[in-house]
């Protein structure tokens, strides 16, 4: 029994629980209570219509049985001021049809004489006090042969003869003969049933309707899975549920594309490492695999170490973008003079300038305050110009030039750094690309410079990495980079920052 019990309870949970189920209860339940309260005041209303009513009933059978006899509550008084008649005992004439009760009272409560529904026996034993009252009694009569239901409006004038209290006139109506009271609330129970129930299979309806949009997003999430994104909702319509399906299924574009770019940047990052490690393989094993010269050693210990050298920038890039995306670079905002960070860039990267045979030259570089966090500035900067020594010094007279300053765009100062170079510049197609991560626009081109040598021009050889992490730092200062470029005449990047105010 107490498992069925159990078990009753286990299947009713969820509807108990369920937003359909509170949603209609909640409803029902103010339905109910404004019904309640509105019937409660119609039933009100006329019940007070059907009393004075009544009274108006009680005064004409009143007026009636004293045949226009003077009384206290003659006229305009109203009947519950009504105390005493003087004169003789009055005669008692009854129309009986309108349940009219009509009495003589001695002054110890015995009932002399009746004319109305009741005899005097059943009048008596409705036990009335001898008239100790004042003004109207309500109260119930037993439903006997005669008279109509329940309650009745009483009135007992005392009857005073020489200034002397002889006995009491009882005067009674029914307070309401025709059962209107009882017919209203009747209808207004049922009325009330009805209703409740209509809203309650209406409410259900329709909160079912409501709530299907949620079912389906319910059934969708539980589909996707972190390995298949591609599930929409595709809710129609313009409520707030398709609104919520509509952004459910943004964010899941969002995601889905976050999920493809970690997927890119792995398979990418997998393939750049695995072009040095083969590298490294193949100069070991022909190393290992025979007495070379120590020439011979020297070169192959010396490729092994360039490559060496480009992983650890490979994976140091890679650490840095893996951090920036992760939200763990917490940048330190601090007031900067622009032109400051520049020189001390210029002046850090003037030897390898040096050996590539490139002319850093140094343009305006004016006082430029910015609010920047100064590592991840002197990084962008180190990259952009590194990049202006890379690509600029297999040309003739080679040279990298950088200047500072600030200007007025609609009414706001910007501050920006630009690097220049007459190197071999980039065709306009891949400028729009140069930008995203492990792009480059000639990989064996960019690595080339590295195999010959001595390994100097291997530290040098392109990521693919260096413009997205420069690009990351310029948004994360709130501004952005820009590259103007000629193929064969030489490229400017451009960095526009927010000035410090
Ligand atoms: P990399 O490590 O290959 O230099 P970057 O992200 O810094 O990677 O640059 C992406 C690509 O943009 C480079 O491979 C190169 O082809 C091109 N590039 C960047 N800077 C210059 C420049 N100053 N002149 C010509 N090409 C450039």
């Known amino acids: 029994m107490a498992s069925w019990g159990n078990r009753l309870k286990q299947s009713l949970d969820p509807f108990i629980h369920s937003i359909r189920f509170r949603l209609v209860l909640w409803f029902v339940l103010i339905l109910g209570l404004v019904m309640v309260v509105f019937s409660g005041f119609l039933y009100y209303r006329q019940a007070q219509d059907v009393r004075s009513v009544a009274m108006a009933r009680l005064n004409f059978t009143l007026d009636h049985a004293?045949?226009?006899?003077?009384?206290?509550?003659?006229?305009?008084?109203?009947?519950?001021?009504?105390?005493?008649?003087?004169?003789?005992?009055?005669?008692?004439?009854s129309d009986q049809q309108n349940g009219e009760i009509l009495a003589i009272q001695g002054i110890d409560g015995t009932v002399l004489q009746s004319a109305g529904v009741l005899g005097t026996a059943e009048l008596q034993a409705l036990k009335l006090p001898a008239s100790t009252w004042n003004g109207v009694?309500?109260?119930?009569?037993?439903?006997?042969?005669?008279?109509?239901?329940?309650?009745?409006?009483?009135?007992?004038?005392?009857?005073?003869?020489?200034?002397?209290?002889?006995?009491?006139?009882?005067?009674?109506?029914?307070?309401?003969p025709n059962n209107q009271l009882g017919k209203l609330l009747l209808?207004?129970?049922?009325?009330?049933?009805?209703?409740?129930?209509?809203?309650?299979?209406?409410?259900?309806?329709?909160?079912?309707?409501?709530?299907?949009?949620?079912?389906?997003?319910?059934?969708?999430?539980?589909?996707?899975?972190?390995t298949d994104l591609h599930k929409r909702l595709n809710l129609k319509g313009r409520d707030e549920l398709s609104e919520l399906g509509n952004t459910f299924d943004g964010m899941l574009s969002r995601l889905q594309a976050a999920f493809e770019r970690q997927r890119q940047f792995t398979a990418d990052a997998s393939h750049e490492l695995r072009t040095p490690l083969t590298i490294i393989d193949l100069e070991s094993n022909r190393g290992l695999a025979g007495h070379r010269s120590i020439d011979e050693y020297e070169r192959i210990l010396g490729t092994i170490q360039s490559e060496n050298k480009f992983m650890i920038r490979l994976v140091n890039n890679l650490l840095s973008l893996a951090r920036m995306d992760a939200g763990q670079v917490k940048l330190k905002f601090e007031p900067l003079d622009l032109s400051e960070v520049a020189s001390e860039v210029i002046e850090r990267l003037q030897p390898l300038a040096h050996s590539q045979g490139v002319t850093l030259e140094v343009g305006a570089l004016p006082e430029t305050p910015v609010q920047a966090d100064r590592a991840t500035l002197s990084q962008l900067l180190t990259n952009l110009v590194e990049n202006g020594i890379k690509y600029s010094a297999s040309v003739t007279n080679p040279r990298v030039n950088i200047s500072v300053g600030q200007r007025g765009v609609n009414g706001n100062s910007q501050a920006w750094v630009r690097v220049s170079d007459n190197g071999i510049g980039i065709t306009p197609e891949h400028q729009a690309h140069i930008f995203d991560r492990f792009y480059q626009v000639e990989q064996s081109r960019n690595r080339a410079n590295s195999t010959d040598g001595d390994g100097a021009g291997q530290e040098s050889s392109g990521t693919g990495l260096g413009l997205a992490i420069a690009q990351w730092i310029a948004k994360a200062h709130q501004g952005e980079i820009r590259v103007e470029s000629v193929p064969g005449q030489g490229s400017s990047f451009e960095v526009v920052l927010p000035p410090d105010r």
Do not use: C
């Open 66 to 93: 004293l045949g226009g006899r003077e009384h206290e509550g003659a006229g305009e008084q109203p009947l519950t001021t009504l105390t005493a008649i003087s004169g003789d005992t009055p005669v008692l004439v």
């Open 137 to 176: 009694q309500n109260v119930s009569v037993p439903k006997t042969a005669g008279t109509a239901r329940g309650r009745y409006l009483f009135i007992s004038p005392a009857i005073l003869q020489n200034n002397q209290v002889s006995g009491y006139l009882l005067v009674g109506v029914p307070l309401d």
């Open 187 to 226: 209808s207004l129970i049922l009325g009330n049933l009805v209703t409740l129930a209509i809203a309650l299979t209406g409410g259900f309806w329709l909160a079912d309707r409501a709530m299907r949009p949620v079912r389906t997003i319910t059934q969708a999430a539980r589909q996707i899975s972190e």
